[in-house]
């Protein structure tokens, strides 16, 4: 199956500062998505980006996908995006496999 | 429904006992997935459901692993003679085609 790498695996962020992440995998897809993870365990789409680069408020992804990776940035970091961040990759919409996650901790 | 619905959101249950779990998808959505979350893992894929083809079964663990999807809609993950490594988050999305949109999960506890 596709491995899905990302980076780094734990992340503490001040409040108002900016971050990547990164995911790379192994494989060619048509399918790349971003979630995050609250702290109660719900999942959150944040992003449909098999490529190209894409903006949701503070929050912006870009993949690459000819060379197999995708970036997420958060700018001007809140508490509230705390959680884990996780990439999922697959062909077409069908059993995405995800990778390890990030833990992003913000503090106040 | 607005979102995803999984009943129970938690459940205890003593070794060796059967436990059922479900997912109630968004209306509309085709394509119903079953994922399990272990403590502080990424997602591990399960059983995947797409309109009235057959299902991808590929990701149960074992065969006291079982899932059905009644008319298209609701959604039934069954677990036999539970193991206390059955213990986990079990997540259910739903999909139109493209981006998942996910349940809050039940967590199973084994003792």
């Known amino acids: 199956g596709i491995q899905v790498e990302q980076s780094p695996p734990d992340l503490i962020l001040q409040e108002g500062a900016n971050s990547t992440l990164r995911c790379n995998f192994s494989d060619s897809v048509n399918n790349l998505q971003w979630f995050h993870q609250n702290p109660w365990g719900q999942l959150i789409n944040l992003f449909y980006i098999p490529s190209g680069t894409k903006q949701n408020g503070r929050l912006s992804a870009t993949t690459v996908a000819t060379e197999r990776y995708s970036l997420l940035y958060i700018s001007s970091s809140q508490t509230t995006d705390s959680g884990v961040y996780f990439c999922?990759?697959?062909?077409?919409?069908?059993?995405?496999?995800f990778g390890a996650g990030t833990t992003v901790t913000v503090r106040a | 429904g607005a979102g995803v619905s999984q009943s129970p959101s938690n459940k205890v249950t003593e070794k060796g006992k059967d436990v059922e779990l479900r997912c109630d998808p968004i209306s509309g959505h085709t394509a119903l997935y079953w994922y399990r979350q272990s403590l502080g893992q990424g997602l591990e894929f399960l059983i995947y459901f797409q309109g009235n083809s057959a299902p991808d079964k590929s990701g149960l663990p074992s065969d006291r692993f079982s899932a059905e999807r009644t008319g298209g809609s609701v959604s039934t993950l069954t677990i036999q003679r539970t193991q206390q490594e059955d213990s986990a988050v079990y997540l259910c999305?739903?999909?139109?085609?493209?981006?998942?949109?996910f349940g809050s999960g039940t967590r199973l506890t084994v003792v």
């Open positions: 999922a990759v697959g062909v077409g919409d069908y059993k995405l496999s």
């Open positions: 999305a739903s999909s139109p085609g493209i981006g998942y949109t």
